[in-house]
């Protein structure tokens, strides 16, 4: 039971008025908690928030933190949910982390039906304050964003019921073990606790699963958060309505197969020498236009690939994702929580061309693909070996043959694709740009170069996967 730090007359809110509890919470918007609030009196408590949510109940709020399963403001039935946001470059805003709803009792949630689930009920009633995470500041100094009771459209909430039955089977075929970010679109069952090596015990199997809580992804809340980004959702077609997205989306693509890119790009007005082809003619195909982003990819996170098979099977580069800076690697403490974590916990799409006889690209059909729990950890491996090297100083090795610049090729010791033949990190483009430790500087710093911790400066790196682990696939998939 909610134990109020002053008497209930003397609470700045009434907690059996849940409109006077969320105006009380979006006074918070555009201030810190320190502008609101004396925070002096605070010492962090045992608890499932964090500080800044613990500080949240006990100074502005008024009542003592708990880990209680009731709700928050148990009166009104309403749940207290913090989240923290980040500001991009191009100063619109993403998710931080997932959004923990509740943990999840494997044995009593095999039970459930959704109309009667935890989880829904905590979707419904669910007070939501968002905060701007800013590492150089103290959390009492970050402003708030957002504050108030977030509707999920029917839309959604389908694709979200949906994913709740796919880890719902999971769990009543005894694979809990088994359950990965990438099962699902928008709900998921992420890890939670001590460690990753903090176990329950599952119904229908005597293998302990890993301790886990419903969740709604960070490309979800990005999607949320940020009121600027072009999102269209592909439109269903009469006959498609009991179509899954996974089906909608090989039904629409399945639609084209056996045609060439060159017919492709004629067909739908595209430039196939543009740089952005297939990704432009996986939208038109799918009935979004060019300009804009798959609604129902951004918000689950979906990682679009186009794979371009040559004739005997194989694919000439590895897989890439966007570069990354070096501080902000090194500022990434969680594994599922961090940029790479993120996209290897979620679904992969690959829409899939072969090379045939007159040298075009044939469109052979589409993939959806969850890295398994074993390439998971080999990725991971490969990001933690890189933040390990770049926290203790990356090493360069100068070397022939001389570049166009005048300079030595540089070579590194980050992880190479030797390192687990799963994921490695290397350069994204093809302009280098260095700044040695003697102050000798070459190519363009401020664009193609990110800053290490000693001051030094070299080209900036992404993680890549290994081609070889998509090959395979596809050959097993039959193409």
């Given at each position: ?38 925070v002096d009196c605070f010492t962090s408590k ?302 992969f799409l690959f829409v899939v061309y072969k ?125």
């Open positions: 039971m909610v134990q109020y730090r002053v008497p209930r007359e003397e609470l700045p809110y009434d907690p059996a008025n849940r409109e006077s509890i969320v105006e009380y919470a979006q006074m918070l918007v555009g201030h810190t908690l320190r502008e609101s609030c004396d045992k608890g499932n928030k964090g500080k800044l949510g613990q500080a949240l109940e006990y100074c502005y709020f008024k009542y003592e933190p708990n880990s209680a399963q009731e709700p928050d403001f148990p009166e009104v039935k309403l749940e207290l949910k913090t989240n923290p946001v980040k500001r991009k470059k191009d100063k619109t805003l993403s998710a931080k982390e997932r959004l923990v709803l509740t943990m999840i009792d494997y044995c009593g949630l095999v039970n459930e039906t959704w109309e009667h689930s935890t989880v829904l009920k905590k979707m419904g009633d669910m007070l939501l304050i968002t905060f701007l995470h800013e590492s150089e500041k103290d959390e009492f100094d970050y402003e708030f964003e957002f504050a108030g009771t977030p509707s999920i459209p029917d839309e959604d909430m389908a694709v979200i019921r949906g994913d709740w039955e796919t880890i719902v089977a999971k769990m009543r075929a005894g694979l809990a073990h088994e359950i990965s970010g990438g099962d699902t679109n928008y709900l998921e069952a992420c890890t939670k606790g001590a460690s990753a090596k903090t176990v329950r015990k599952q119904p229908f199997s005597d293998i302990p699963a890993k301790q886990r809580a419903f969740a709604l992804k960070s490309s979800y809340m990005t999607a949320f958060y940020d009121k600027n980004i072009h999102l269209e959702s592909i439109m269903r077609r009469r006959g498609e309505e009991a179509l899954s997205f996974d089906e909608l989306v090989e039904h629409r693509i399945g639609e084209y197969t056996g045609q060439s890119n060159i017919e492709l790009g004629k067909r739908f007005g595209l430039n196939l020498r543009d740089k952005g082809f297939y990704a432009a003619l996986t939208k038109r195909m799918l009935g979004v236009g060019q300009d804009n982003e798959v609604a129902e990819f951004s918000k689950a996170g979906i990682t679009v690939r186009s794979i371009r098979l040559e004739a005997n099977g194989r694919i000439r580069e590895h897989i890439s994702f966007p570069a990354f800076e070096f501080g902000d690697l090194l500022n990434e403490s969680e594994w599922e929580d961090s940029e790479f974590g993120k996209v290897c916990n979620s679904k090379k045939d006889d007159s040298g075009a690209y044939v469109l052979r059909g589409c993939e959806f693909w969850s890295m398994p729990a074993d390439l998971v950890s080999e990725a991971e491996a490969t990001w933690d070996e890189t933040k390990r090297i770049v926290r203790q100083g990356v090493q360069f090795f100068e070397c022939a043959p001389i570049c166009k610049d005048g300079h030595p090729t540089i070579k590194n010791n980050l992880p190479g694709s030797d390192f687990n033949h799963v994921a490695h990190v290397r350069p994204h483009a093809s302009q280098r740009a260095y700044r040695l430790a003697d102050g000798t500087e070459f190519g363009n710093l401020s664009s193609h170069a990110s800053e290490l911790p000693d001051g030094r400066a070299m080209t900036k790196q992404c993680f890549w996967l290994d081609k070889g682990i998509i090959e395979a696939l596809l050959r097993e998939r039959g193409y």
